[in-house]
């Protein structure tokens, strides 16, 4: 009975912790402009990000050291170094934007302004992150996540033609109105949203922090497998709900704002109260998984000691790199760039990142002297490396066609 | 280096000037804009009629849609136009410095919770996309 609580909460958290703030947008500006038409380039993420997380949640398990940890050891200093620079810069980009996000959410029901919203919530981050429990932040935030869960019900309130729903999911065709370059452009987006680098650190961290042992690696996979699937389902919901709505007014979504406005459409102000909370939730949670994911890595790389399951005294160099980081993203926030804008430039250049982050996972889950009888099968290695494949594909278009389509324009 | 610098300096503070067919673009681009946020106000007032959403929401959003559009306007007009595009330029700005002062309407009416001007704004959002839409179709030709 334990065991299915333990394997039924893991996968509740995996599917209110999948959405973020760069889900949130990028789905809401697809599924306006594109509808369905590039739910296929969610479903290539969603895979590829099962792939991944699993062999990240395996050497976990089985190993007992994080992901990082063993990179640097296994392919060398300088290696390691590229991989924390390149996943460092984006998970840095990204915390900054989750920061943003749950400043702009909470600014839709305070109607302050973000910038004073900013500095109190970047404080409650890392108060959070100093004091909380591990599992209370991974459990908390991602049952309230499921807040989230809303956009399903409002499509089934719209009541959409679901035969042209599939119809066009199925069949990707690009809208009349639009060029193939931004197709292909939201497509990249789209696929760098599913897969940011954050989630298999914090993921594979994680595993360490709750002591993952090769006994876990089944609760582990029915969390990724059947997790993440149905959080990429939630991001699915987002783009078809603000294609029912928005997109026969031909608005196209620059706020956060607009993405809520479906919800209200449907189901009213109980509905709105409901996805605002799931905004909160999914960006609170999400902020404070790149947190973490930013001192996890610099650490493990520099072999200092870390995490959450050691007292804040013994890892102090740890705690030290999350108040900085945190410092950082309220600086950055405090310009007064756009958290939106932020958030776009997040997504894209992730998949710039992904092969430098991805490669080396594949390398150590394939390392028998670390992984014994667990390292990559045939299927594990076949599915890596066609990820790999597509992964390069995106992270070489990624840059032409964010100045080629001027940011999707 | 001292070059690039100097080059940088003098481009910053002279205004941006597109070829013929790359402002049409920008026109075009801004005018869809502006008539997305004018669209997005035109919803929200809908669903403030129908009780669907809370003050500080609607107040937000509003505030946003005026503030997106107002910055497309700023950008767009500090565009300098070819000769030939004088006629269009003016037709553009005008439209969309008009859909700025309705949005900014709006936003005074939600925020005071007017709602006997609600039905008038609705009407004059209305016309306004109208007159957007024929302008983005008049700067396509």
């Known amino acids: ?409 | 280096m001292v070059c690039a610098a100097w080059l940088g300096l003098v481009t910053a503070c002279a205004p941006q000037a597109p070829d013929h067919s790359s402002w049409r673009d920008q026109a075009h681009l801004s005018l869809e804009d502006v008539g997305s946020n004018v669209s997005t106000m035109s919803l929200v007032l809908q669903l403030v009629q129908d009780g669907r959403m809370f003050g500080k929401y609607q107040q937000i959003v509003a505030l946003n849609s005026e503030t997106n559009a107002g910055r497309t306007t700023d950008h767009f007009s500090g565009e300098q136009p070819e000769p030939q595009d004088d006629a269009t330029y003016r037709r553009v700005t005008t439209v969309m410095s008009d859909a700025g002062d309705l949005l900014a309407d709006v936003r005074i009416a939600l925020v005071r919770r007017d709602s006997s001007q609600y039905p008038r704004l609705a009407q004059e959002l209305a016309h306004m996309t109208h007159r957007l839409t024929r302008a983005e179709a008049a700067v396509r030709r």
Not at chain 1, 24 to 30: H, I, M, S
Not at chain 1, 183 to 206: K, N, R
Not at chain 1, 220 to 242: D, E, K, Q
Request: charged fraction near 10%; glycine fraction near 10%.
């Open chain 1, 1 to 409: 009975m334990k065991k299915v609580f333990a394997v039924a909460l893991g996968i509740l958290t995996a599917i209110g912790g999948f959405v973020d703030i760069g889900d949130l947008v990028t789905n809401a500006q697809v599924g306006a402009r594109f509808g369905l038409s590039l739910a296929w380039a969610t479903v290539v993420g969603v895979v590829g990000i099962c792939v991944f997380a699993e062999m990240s949640g395996r050497v976990a398990a089985v190993s007992g050291r994080a992901t990082f940890d063993l990179i640097r050891e296994r392919l060398g200093p300088r290696v390691g170094m590229l991989n924390l620079l390149s996943s460092m810069l984006i998970t840095m980009l990204t915390y900054t934007a989750e920061i943003g996000g749950v400043a702009l959410a909470l600014q839709l029901v305070a109607s302050v302004h973000e910038l004073l919203v900013v500095p109190v919530v970047a404080v409650v981050v890392w108060v959070v992150l100093w004091r909380a429990k591990f599992s209370i932040i991974e459990n908390v935030f991602g049952l309230l996540g499921l807040a989230l869960v809303v956009f399903g019900v409002a499509v089934w309130k719209l009541g959409p033609d679901y035969g042209a729903l599939l119809h066009q999911a199925v069949g990707a065709h690009k809208p009349s109105d639009e060029s193939w370059r931004t197709f292909a452009y939201y497509a990249v987006a789209l696929f760098g949203a599913a897969m940011t680098p954050y989630e298999v650190f914090f993921f594979s961290s994680g595993g360490v922090e709750e002591h993952w042992s090769p006994q876990d690696v089944g609760t582990m996979r029915a969390n990724v497998l059947i997790g993440f699937p149905l959080g990429g389902a939630l991001s699915l919901a987002i783009a078809a709900s603000t294609w029912l709505v928005l997109g026969p007014l031909e608005i196209s979504v620059d706020t956060l704002g607009q993405v809520g406005l479906p919800i209200a459409a449907a189901l009213g102000k109980l509905g709105l109260a409901v996805a605002i909370l799931g905004f909160v939730a999914a960006t609170f949670g999400a902020a404070c998984e790149t947190g973490l994911s930013v001192a996890y890595s610099i650490a493990q790389y520099f072999g200092a000691q870390w995490g959450k399951y050691v007292r804040p005294r013994e890892a102090a160099f740890f705690h030290l790199i999350l108040a900085l980081a945190t410092l950082l993203a309220v600086a950055l926030l405090m310009t007064t760039v756009d958290p939106i804008l932020i958030t776009e430039m997040s997504v894209v250049f992730s998949a710039v990142a992904l092969p430098l982050t991805y490669f080396p996972i594949l390398v150590v889950a394939n390392d028998p002297d670390y992984m014994g009888e667990h390292a990559n099968g045939r299927l594990a290695n076949a599915l890596g490396v066609v990820f790999l494949g597509v992964i390069a594909i995106a992270a070489t278009a990624a840059i032409p066609l964010l100045i080629w389509t001027r940011m999707g324009q």
